[in-house]
């Protein structure tokens, strides 16, 4: 009896982690049909990111689901950002991080006779940036890298409550945050690719 009153009580089992919904934003109010030079794609971007998203859009049924059933919505400060999840969320309250934020996106610095579409500069830019380096003052490869880690610490302590978390915030960073989760054991278990109001699940292995 004596034992049975003096023995340590069993531990409580672990609760899982909820699951952690990387989104990106609806299209933005700013046409892509365009043939841009380096300078003339500066001030492209520079639009772009302030700027909200094309009205009349109709979010995803798949991800209007996740966000009305998640525990935690959260967007980045960018415009494009919030005005998606308040199309997700309706009147539902939800948090802003400047962590979320997408990098940025400096094209190279090549001749004005040189023109492409802002989906080509994209795609250039990123590449100087990444494999180059090429930040013209702005955030590092290397500083983004730092800021993914930490907004994926950040999306994990606010799942481990057990609650689903769902982020809506933008096509790369959004792929820096999910390279981030998995380097801590979680998987990513739904793709839809990184297209406007695509989504993308990842769950604690």
């Known amino acids: ?16 982690a909820g699951a952690i919904v990387l989104a990106r934003h609806g299209e933005p109010a700013l046409s892509r049909k365009v043939l841009l030079s380096a ?32 525990g935690a919505l959260v967007s980045s400060t960018r415009l494009r950002s919030i005005e998606s999840a308040k199309a997700l969320a309706g009147e539902r309250q939800f948090a802003q991080h400047d962590l979320l934020v997408e990098a940025p996106l400096p094209p190279p610095n090549w001749p004005s006779w040189i023109k492409m579409s802002p989906k080509f500069w994209g795609f250039f830019a990123r590449v100087w940036w990444w494999c180059f380096n090429h930040h013209e003052g702005e955030e590092t490869r290397a500083q983004a890298v730092r800021r993914a880690e930490e907004a994926a610490e950040m999306l994990i302590d606010m799942a481990e409550g057990g609650e689903d978390v769902v982020v809506l915030a933008h096509g790369f960073f959004n792929f820096m945050i999910g390279r981030a989760l998995r380097r801590r054991g979680w998987r990513c278990v739904l793709s839809q690719g990184y297209k406007y109001w695509s989504m993308r699940k990842f769950q604690r292995v």
């Open 1 to 16: 009896m004596a034992d049975a009153l003096t023995a340590a009580p069993p531990k409580a089992v672990a609760q899982r």
């Open 39 to 70: 300078q003339e794609y500066r001030r492209f971007w520079a639009s772009y990111e302030v700027l909200g998203i094309l009205p009349g859009q109709t979010p995803p049924d798949e991800l209007m689901q996740f966000v009305a059933r998640c």
